[in-house]
């Protein structure tokens, strides 16, 4: 499961371009890997899944607080809630992919830092499911989008307010 990055192999060399044969050549290359995965990979891939992951849970409080402001809710028609529900629950798909992914980089900074071993296959699945992120995300902004804008056009259950009593 894992390859020891110290260790020569016959199918890639370690570092791109160069073979070395004795143990100091090879820490030393494999500490220069360390060195790039964290300094570029990792902290890149970290800051911004934390950014994103912010902005999605804002927007998901965001739109939970002022859903009878978008939509009125009460009142709004089953499309445009059935639209508003699709939002949230696309949110919080977004919000549980970027924490995986999130927890798959700093699985990945284990493995390079404390077993050796290579982490880009769990660098690709938090890039996988960033992608998943995103993706969701969109496409919660628009069930949000067709939700106002169903709420804004079509009519609402209550169309007519309720006649008052009449006094005899």
């Known amino acids: 499961m894992y390859s020891d990055i110290t260790a020569p192999s016959s199918r890639e060399p370690i570092c791109p ?3 070395p044969t004795d143990a100091a050549a090879q820490k030393a290359c494999a500490q220069e890997m360390v060195d790039r995965f964290f300094k570029i990979d990792y902290s890149e891939s970290k800051d911004l899944a934390k950014s ?13 607080t002022f859903s009878e402001k978008i939509i009125g809710i009460g009142a709004a028609s089953g499309l445009a809630k ?7 629950i696309l ?10 992914g999130l927890t798959y980089i700093m699985f990945a900074l284990g493995d390079i830092v404390y077993v050796k071993a290579w982490p880009y296959e769990k660098e690709l699945r938090a890039g996988w499911l960033f992608a998943i992120a995103g993706v969701a995300f969109v496409l919660s902004l628009c069930a ?3 939700s106002g804008i169903q709420a804004l056009f079509l009519p609402s259950t209550s169309e007519t307010p309720a006649s008052p ?4």
């Open 165 to 168: 009593i009449p006094r005899t």
């Open 91 to 100: 949110l919080l798909i977004a919000i549980v992919a970027c924490g995986i």
């Open 17 to 19: 371009g160069e073979h």
């Open 144 to 146: 949000l989008l067709l």
């Open 82 to 88: 059935v639209s508003m529900l699709a939002c949230w």
């Open 52 to 64: 994103f992951l912010t902005l999605l849970v804002a927007v998901f409080v965001a739109s939970v």
